[in-house]
């Protein structure tokens, strides 16, 4: 079993960043005090602790811990001690080959799994960091549809609320069919500019007008009408408005399936959802697959990266 995580203490950012420096010194690091308390930390006690380790011991908390862990353990707890905004400008620019090797998919499923607002906070956070605009990064990178659907949806401000205009829905579902099912080939303009262009409640409102109309779904009609990253950007926009928990639980399931696991993804979608709605992906997890989703990270991870990991997942209910 993994190591027994203690309970989030009260503590401050001084006695936790005592704890870790002393988890530090000597030969090798005592890991599990490091993961006991950073994964019970919030971003603000993250970010209290960092400044007050820097301050105690002149050094920054996050290039100590990259010299004393290895691994998925370390790049999972890397990508933690970022604020959700900073985390998800940090994963799109080593996705769009800021470390080398580029990861469309990763890259579109941040995209277009976030809020307007997300949006916004993590371009501005990109253009601070890495000086270069996240729609050059994009331009660069992507082509075609796929490129153009990205910059569409990092570059309108859509309406977050839950309201939505049956009429221009109703509108939306036949330019979707009439884009789509009803013609030869595919008028890709539509599907971006309604795609990008919409309220997360507005789509949803449209997948389900689409499905008594036409009495097919709207999802079937994307995977029909598109192929590669474009499908899979509009299917991530589709499925995040309709029911993002059962989104990220499919992700998750894919990424443990079959022979080995694909890291990268299991721990991406864990460490940047924590904060968000990793309960309710939890809840759809078991629903969907029947067994939780700690006992699939369980038997598909070990050692300290395994521990990490359930820390963030909490109780296995």
């Known amino acids: 079993m993994a ?12 006695d936790d960043a005592i704890q870790l420096h002393r988890a530090f010194k000597g030969f090798g690091c005592d890991t599990t005090t490091v993961i006991n308390i950073l994964a019970h930390r919030d971003a603000t006690q993250r970010a209290y602790l960092k400044q007050e380790y820097k301050t105690m011991y002149h050094e920054e908390l ?8 290895s691994g ?3 790049k999972s707890v890397l990508l933690w001690m970022h604020d959700p905004a900073t985390r998800d400008a940090t994963i799109i620019r080593q996705a769009l080959g800021g470390e080398a090797v580029v990861d469309l998919k990763a890259a579109t499923e941040v995209i277009c799994s976030r809020t307007p607002s997300q949006i916004l906070q993590f371009k501005n956070i990109y253009f601070a960091t890495f000086g270069v605009y996240l729609e050059h990064d994009i331009e660069f990178q992507a082509s075609g549809d796929h490129k153009n ?11 977050e609320g839950l309201e939505v205009d049956r009429a221009t829905v109703e509108y939306d579902a036949k330019a979707l069919f009439k884009a789509g099912e009803k013609r030869l080939g595919t008028d890709e303009k539509t599907f971006v500019q309604i795609f ?16 008594s109309m036409y009495g097919s779904s709207l999802e079937k009609a994307v995977k029909k009408e598109t192929s ?9 926009i589709l499925r995040c408005a309709e029911h993002p928990g059962m989104y990220f639980a ?35 997890y078991r629903k969907k697959y029947g067994k939780t989703l700690n006992d699939a990270v369980h038997s598909e991870t070990s050692g300290n990266y395994r521990a990490f990991l359930l820390a963030l ?5």
Do not use: C, W
């Not at 996050?62 to 862990?69: G, V």
């Open 3 to 14: 190591s027994v995580i203690i309970p989030p203490v009260l503590s401050s950012p001084r």
């Open 62 to 69: 996050s290039k100590r811990l990259s010299s004393e862990l």
């Open 72 to 74: 998925n353990t370390k």
């Open 149 to 159: 659907l990205l910059l569409a949806y990092v570059g309108t401000p859509r309406y």
């Open 196 to 211: 990008s262009g919409r309220s997360s409640a507005h789509l949803a409102a449209v997948s389900a007008a689409y499905h």
């Open 228 to 236: 590669g990253y474009f499908e899979h950007a509009l299917l991530t």
């Open 250 to 284: 499919k992700v998750l399931h894919k990424a443990m399936k079959g022979l080995g696991t694909d890291d990268s993804t299991l721990l991406r979608v864990i460490v940047s959802r924590a904060e968000i709605d990793l309960q309710f992906i939890k809840a759809e």
């Open 313 to 317: 997942l909490g109780p296995n209910h």
